[in-house]
């Protein structure tokens, strides 16, 4: 009865791989996002989607592409990752973010840590 | 877009003392600003809300206070236990959230 799930919990990984972390969310939420915590704790919203359509979209390398194949879930794949990718990144979602008269709570998921050796 | 400061970015108390946290915020068309709280370890959880309609709030030993006309709000803490330890963050929106920082309260027994 998780509400906001991620896999993995841990990703550990060499410089130049792709990888995917995975993101579902069953509150019934239509708005997603991704954000990255780095090590000193400052949460940087990367991505987010409302009902499957990209709604912000914040200055990130294009060598992370997020998709959503639904409104439930939010995946990130990353390519020919770095060294500074090495963060823990949060799914989470809220009801829509457009609708003035939404409850604007963001539910938070575990969070995955990424290590790029 | 919105800019939220946060300070102090450390705090240390004394168990059963208060603490207070304060933000301020760029965008006066801004009117809904939470406050989550994270455990080492743990995802963020929201712990108190306020909205721009409301002066001040309060849910057991927590409160928030806002100051629209100077773009600040802080949350106060009163009778701080060991597990009130964690990274704060306040956040301020009109339609996104902006994050502040994050403040590390660490509270000693």
């Known amino acids: 009865d998780t509400a906001v799930s991620q896999t993995p919990k841990y990703l550990v990984t060499q410089m130049g791989n792709d990888k995917s972390i995975k993101c579902e969310q069953n509150?019934?939420?239509?708005?997603m996002y991704w954000y990255k915590q780095d090590s000193k704790k400052f949460l940087k919203i990367m991505f987010s989607?409302?009902?499957?359509?990209?709604?912000i979209n914040e200055t990130v390398p294009n060598r992370f592409s997020p998709k959503s194949p639904d409104k439930a879930h939010l995946n990130l794949h990353i390519n020919s990752l770095e060294l500074g990718d090495s963060a823990v990144y949060f799914c989470?979602?809220?009801?829509?973010?457009?609708?003035?008269?939404?409850?604007?709570?963001?539910?938070f998921g575990p969070g995955t840590r990424l290590t790029v050796l | 877009g919105e800019n939220v400061e946060q300070h102090p970015s450390t705090l240390s108390v004394q168990e059963g003392d208060s603490a207070v946290i304060k933000c301020t915020y760029s965008?006066?068309?801004?009117?809904?600003f939470p406050w989550y709280k994270q455990e080492l370890g743990k995802r963020p959880q929201l712990i108190i809300d306020?909205?721009?309609?409301?002066g001040e709030k309060k849910d057991q030993r927590i409160a928030v206070t806002l100051n629209k006309t100077a773009k600040h709000f802080s949350l106060h803490i009163t009778e701080t236990q060991p597990e009130d330890s964690a990274v704060y963050f306040c956040?301020?929106?009109?339609?996104?959230?902006?994050f502040g920082k994050g403040n590390q309260v660490v509270v000693i027994p």
């Open positions: 306020i909205r721009s309609n409301v």
């Open positions: 965008d006066s068309a801004s009117n809904y």
């Open positions: 989470a979602s809220s009801q829509d973010w457009r609708d003035p008269s939404s409850y604007n709570e963001q539910f």
């Open positions: 509150l019934g939420h239509d708005t």
């Open positions: 989607y409302n009902n499957k359509e990209l709604i």
């Open positions: 956040a301020a929106s009109m339609d996104r959230l902006a």
